[in-house]
């Protein structure tokens, strides 16, 4: 079965110091996958994309994520955290299935320390 | 960048009326739809997509006369919640793509609907 996890509903960190959200997909094919961030009562926010380019991404406000074939990971990464950064992360799969259903995770709740 | 608006943001009503929900594309064209609700504290859950010109395609356990969609044009659909009850309460969001089946998705900024 084809599934997005992202492996920690929540996570915790300090100003300053490096953020990792870790997604992991099952696909029998070759996806297209997201990060999107989502703050309280507000839509989702593209953050970056892979789509069979470049293995690194490099999106908004600082953010990465590497796509890694042989883990089937995706996880987003930033060097430094920043207060504005708490919110809800959701990675997001596109084309695991016939049709390009859009699959979402759970969502990881990343908080910021002062 | 693409822009997804989405209005109103917030409403209240009262049980058994019916409150719609716009979605707008409003620099690209939208064939294609997508309706989810969230419950606090979840992911997003698909309801239905809607199809500019022809009848929305519902997720399985969303109730198509409850929940009913218009996409009427290539830029807006609609979402109506007919005869709301309080369990209809939660945060509803569309997104649309703006080009191609495997672009990324556009969000608007949700509505939070709240049924009394």
């Known amino acids: 079965a084809q599934s997005v996890t992202q492996l920690d509903s929540h996570v915790s960190v300090s100003e300053g110091t490096p953020v990792l959200l870790r997604c992991n997909y099952s696909s029998s094919y070759s996806p297209s996958l997201f990060w999107y961030v989502q703050h309280p009562n507000k839509g989702l926010q593209l953050l970056l994309k892979?789509?069979?380019?470049?293995?690194l991404v490099k999106g908004i406000n600082g953010f990465e994520a590497e796509f890694k074939k042989s883990e089937t990971s995706f996880h987003l990464t930033k060097p430094s955290a920043h207060m504005s950064d708490a919110a809800e992360y959701f990675c997001v799969v596109s084309g695991i299935t016939g049709g390009f259903k859009t699959i979402f995770g759970a969502g990881t709740r990343l908080f910021v320390k002062a | 960048g693409a822009v997804v608006s989405q209005h109103p943001s917030r409403v209240i009503c009262k049980s058994g009326t019916s409150v719609k929900i716009e979605c707008r594309s409003l620099?690209?064209?939208?064939?294609?739809m997508f309706w989810y609700r969230q419950f606090p504290k979840q992911s997003l859950m698909l309801m239905a997509t809607?199809?500019?010109?022809?009848?929305?395609?519902?997720e399985q356990g969303v109730e198509k006369d409850k929940f009913l969609i218009n996409h009427a044009s290539l830029t807006l659909s609609t979402l109506t919640v007919t005869s709301a009850h309080p369990e209809d309460s939660s945060f509803y969001i569309c997104?649309?793509?703006?080009?191609?089946?495997?672009?990324?998705?556009?969000f608007g900024n949700g509505t939070r609907l709240t049924v009394t």
């Open positions: 892979y789509t069979s380019a470049a293995t």
């Open positions: 620099d690209f064209q939208a064939t294609t």
């Open positions: 809607s199809n500019e010109g022809s009848k929305a395609t519902y």
């Open positions: 997104s649309a793509r703006s080009t191609g089946d495997n672009s990324p998705l556009h």
